[in-house]
């Protein structure tokens, strides 16, 4: 009994084992091979990777002459990789040295390059020599589809030698025990050469989509509706970006896909690149790269420890003083990180040591496995093709320096072209395309991607191939064998679904193909295909009770300016931030950082230590003061001290200019500016419902110190002041404790400076150029300064010109008051019937942290959008309530209809104009 062996890609080995066991059982006497896999058993040479072949290919080009103009990439992997695949064609196709192009320097100098290289021997040259056609062949079968040129060249030997084509898989159940002799009744003639033969599938159809993903949905319902085996079906990407679409389209109808190259998800490939990347070069940017692909749970952590401390901290004994830069939470932070640090710093210690060697190897190894606790079989299977790939050239690594070809090569260790498991329809390239399968669709037909024949490229390119005087074929010869191939594989199938988008996902128009017009010989038929919306908009509404147990629990309502601003943002952002208190993640600051409040320590810290005002202190004497507030931050960050002498005076700068400026408002107004707030308190039943709004007015937060403007002349030394409109609105004692409240900012925008202003020279006036004064240059700068950095309230009439710039922009205590009023009327109306929609104000957006909560959902607030968004509220409600009123067995449909009735179109827009985000 003699063997049979089938010559398939190891991609189909899987599919052809199980079809085979479906066709004849347990079977001992076939067996499943690759194309390399049987010539290596044939010839007899020593195994040799490409990874191998590439360190000799270098190290023989170490005597390339310096002229060369090659000599300076003779260690790139890239143009090593070249002239592998270049003298694998060399010896494949016996071509000798004198046949070679020398008509340039180029030629010459590539000339060098294969001279030497010519001497390291090929397994190709063992396919040569070795006389195929003489060995009995009778049990070796190939399986028909469409082979690349090289390998059509190999088995046009091996069908002289006796292999047969493999045509049909029916085939198989004719390999009966006495396999050499198969079944009479096989249509397989030998002698006939496959590709001049046609199978023509029975059906072919050519269809075009309107993109890509049309293209996908459509193969997935015709496979449902035409009630498809899924084992028998192939597809074709043209795109191997197309998978993923491919994926959740399959996904969505439950239709099991085996992708032939699925992308890793295994980090142990990047784990190791990382780490070799790292021991080639220890940057700092590598080591947060392996930081990140060794722990990614932990990372961030680790890598924000090291931004902020690169060469390690010692705060364990470090007691805290309130300071502008580091606030005591970041510290606690800060500590909590130095303590979480502590195991790893044996780990970043020895990592500091690696070298390229063994040692080194095995550590790596080992912490990958300890970061791997429960490899998975790809990360098995990755690492062990790492280990047996350094194991191959270990020889070749002597120093740092002979890592990069290793780490290159890593790439090619995936994707893998065995399968570990196929279920159901299979998808892969048109190089699969076999008699496995008995229907195939060819996705992405168009002129880019089909035929899509190989050319030479790189440094070989067709230009130098062409100029080869003999043995290498022609490019025409070349086409016309892997069109005829390709042809052959596309009339395998019975079935065959060839696929053409119209357009891809931008929209640009795709080109059918003229080879594919020509052979189908009719245009692609389009396909509709209508798209039901996966995309349904999040519903956002609070039920009415849910509402009040947030908002309004106990009939009372307890708010702050703070969160009645928060609402008027947007509704959505309100609800989880006050509603459900969800809490912003906190982030710890890689950069050095001083909050607005340094600018109330130093006004503060000024009469203490010289008893004048801070607009009395020379440069110095400020700079001092702010020097003082950066002493904690200097014991904490001890290798950043150029950066906080920067940051420094850059601080005495934004102070002196801010005093600059403040100064003619204090000294008309004869006031002072006291570091403090002016709180707002509304306290008042709202029918039925205990109203309590406080707030403050002036804000204090990391960008922003508040301030009170007070007259000691008047006897306001405090700062405190509290403004109650329940008082007697006549009486306006209450609100004037304080003449202003101010915030500040210290973290202002540039401001541009102009250089001359352009008469045109309408009417009488001349054309001409006029440049700006200074105090005119001065007057913008402080504009635009001031309505960045300062926000107003109450600011009173001062006759200079800072002090209107303010009071421009200002509201005054009342109207404070009056809008906390009228934000809170509108957020007790919209949030009793549970509104909490994404209808936000521009700009809201931008540094939300509830992003991933709306989704498609939010919506810029504009008249329209809010009209169309409470339409469709309000009609959501009338269905609730009428479901509602049904389980009742009741009537309040006709009621509430006729409500509405009694309401006239005006009154009806203005219900939903009342809402409160217009
Ligand atoms: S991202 Fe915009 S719409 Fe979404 S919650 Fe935040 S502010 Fe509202």
Not at 712 to 719: C, D, F, K, L
Not at 760 to 767: A, I
């Given at each position: 009994m003699k063997p049979i062996t089938i010559l398939a890609p190891g991609t189909l080995h899987l599919p052809l084992y199980a079809k085979m066991y479906e066709m004849l059982?347990?079977?001992?006497n076939i067996r499943l091979l690759s194309l390399d896999s049987w010539l290596r058993e044939q010839v007899e040479f020593p195994i040799q990777n490409n990874l191998s072949l590439l360190y000799q290919y270098r190290k023989q080009l170490s005597s390339l002459s310096a002229a060369n103009s090659f000599f300076e990439s003779r260690e790139d992997y890239d143009f090593l990789r070249d002239c592998l695949d270049f003298m694998s064609k060399f010896f494949l196709y016996e071509l000798s040295i004198e046949d070679l192009p020398q008509n340039t320097k180029r030629d010459k100098d590539l000339l060098e390059v294969i001279s030497l290289l010519k001497d390291i021997p090929r397994i190709e040259q063992a396919y040569v020599s070795t006389d195929f056609e003489r060995l009995d062949l009778s049990g070796l079968w190939i399986l028909d589809k469409n082979y690349s040129i090289e390998e059509m060249k190999i088995l046009e030997r091996l069908k002289k030698g006796g292999a047969r084509v493999l045509k049909s898989i029916d085939e198989i159940s004719g390999f009966s025990m006495d396999a050499a002799n198969p079944s009479k009744d096989l249509k397989t003639n030998p002698d006939k050469d496959p590709l001049s033969e046609s199978l023509l599938p029975i059906n072919r159809y050519y269809w075009s989509t309107s993109n890509p993903r049309t293209q996908m949905e459509i193969i997935a319902d015709t496979i449902i509706t035409e009630n498809m085996s899924a084992e028998d079906i192939f597809i074709v990407l043209s795109r191997p970006e197309d998978a993923s679409v491919l994926s959740q389209v399959f996904e969505a109808r439950k239709i099991p896909l085996t992708l032939m190259s699925e992308p890793s998800i295994s980090p142990v490939l990047s784990q190791w690149k990382a780490a070799l990347l790292f021991v080639a070069d220890k940057s700092r940017e590598n080591l947060m790269n392996l930081l990140k692909e060794l722990y990614p749970q932990t990372s961030t952590q680790l890598r924000n420890y090291m931004d902020l401390f690169p060469e390690g901290s010692d705060l364990e004994h470090l007691e805290y003083t309130p300071n502008p830069l580091i606030s005591e939470f970041e510290f606690e932070n800060m500590r909590s990180m130095e303590l979480q640090m502590q195991p790893w710093l044996p780990i970043f210690e020895k990592m500091k040591t690696w070298k390229a060697n063994d040692a080194t190897m095995l550590d790596i190894g080992d912490l990958i496995q300890k970061a791997n606790p429960s490899p998975s079989e790809d990360d098995i299977r990755i690492f062990d093709g790492i280990s047996r790939l350094y194991g191959d050239v270990r020889s070749e690594?002597?120093?740092?320096?002979?890592l990069p070809l290793l780490i290159r090569h890593l790439d090619s260790l995936y994707p893998n072209s065995a399968l570990s498991e196929c279920t159901g329809v299979l998808a892969g390239s048109k190089k699969e395309i076999s008699p496995l399968h008995k229907t195939v669709f060819y996705t992405g037909a168009d002129a880019a991607h089909f035929p899509a024949f190989s050319m030479n490229g790189g440094i070989f390119d067709e230009a130098y191939m062409q100029k080869?005087?003999?043995g290498y074929p022609s490019l025409s010869d070349r086409l016309s064998l892997q069109r005829n191939a390709l042809f052959h594989s596309l009339e395998i199938p019975k079935e065959l679904y060839v696929m053409v988008p119209q357009a891809d996902y931008e929209g640009k128009s795709s080109d059918t193909s003229y080879e594919m017009f020509t052979w189908m010989n009719a245009h692609p038929k389009f396909q509709h295909w209508k798209d039901s919306s996966w995309y349904i908009k999040p519903d956002f509404s609070l039920s009415e009770e849910i509402s009040s147990q947030l908002f309004f629990p106990e009939k009372t309502f307890n708010a702050s300016l703070s969160s009645l601003n928060a609402y008027d943002m947007c509704p959505l952002k309100h609800m989880l931030q006050y509603g459900l208190k969800l809490k912003k993640p906190y982030v710890l600051e890689e950069r050095l950082e001083v909050k607005a409040e340094i600018l109330k320590d130093v006004i503060e810290s000024s009469n203490l230590w010289y008893?004048?005002?801070?607009?009395?202190?020379s440069k110095e004497e400020v700079r001092f003061l702010v020097s003082r507030q950066f002493e904690f931050a200097r014991k904490v960050f001890k290798d950043k001290t150029e950066a906080l002498e920067i940051l420094e005076l850059e601080y005495v700068q934004k102070i002196l200019e801010m005093v600059r400026i403040l100064r003619p408002i204090t000294k008309k107004l004869n006031a002072s500016l006291i570091p403090d707030q002016a709180k707002i308190k509304i306290s008042e039943n709202k029918d039925g419902m205990q109203m309590d709004i406080e707030g403050f007015v002036n804000r204090s937060s990391k960008n922003r110190t508040p301030f009170l403007l007070v007259?000691?002349?008047?006897?306001?030394?405090?700062?405190s002041c509290e403004i109650t409109p329940d008082s007697d609105q006549n009486d306006r004692s209450a609100f004037h404790e304080a003449m202003a409240a101010l915030d500040v900012s210290l973290s202002q925008k540039p401001v541009q400076n102009k250089a001359f202003s352009i008469s045109?020279?309408?009417?009488?006036?001349?054309?001409c150029a006029n440049e700006f004064t200074h105090e005119q240059l001065d007057q913008e700068f402080i504009t635009q300064f001031l309505k960045d950095a300062i926000k107003g309230q109450n600011m009173p009439e001062t006759d200079t010109f800072e002090g209107e710039v303010i009071r421009k922009k200002t509201p005054s205590y009342e109207k404070t008051v009056e809008q906390a009023r009228s934000a809170a009327d509108d957020f007790i109306k919209s949030l009793s019937h549970g509104c909490v929609l994404p209808l936000h104000k521009a700009n809201a957006c931008k540094f939300c942290a509830f992003k991933s909560i709306c989704r498609n959902g939010s919506q810029e607030r504009t008249q329209e959008s809010t009209r169309q968004a409470f339409a469709e509220y309000d009609r959501k409600n009338e269905l609730a309530a009428k479901k509602a009123a049904k389980a009742d067995h009741r009537h309040p449909v006709e009621a509430s209809d006729h409500e509405d009735q009694d309401l006239n179109e005006t009154e009806r827009v203005n219900r939903i104009d009342a809402s409160p985000v217009i």
């Open positions: 059982g347990n079977t001992t690594i002597h120093s740092e320096l002979d080869i005087k003999k008893q004048r005002p801070v607009w009395a202190l007259n000691p002349e008047n006897g306001e030394t405090s700062g045109m020279g309408r009417g009488k006036k001349p054309v």
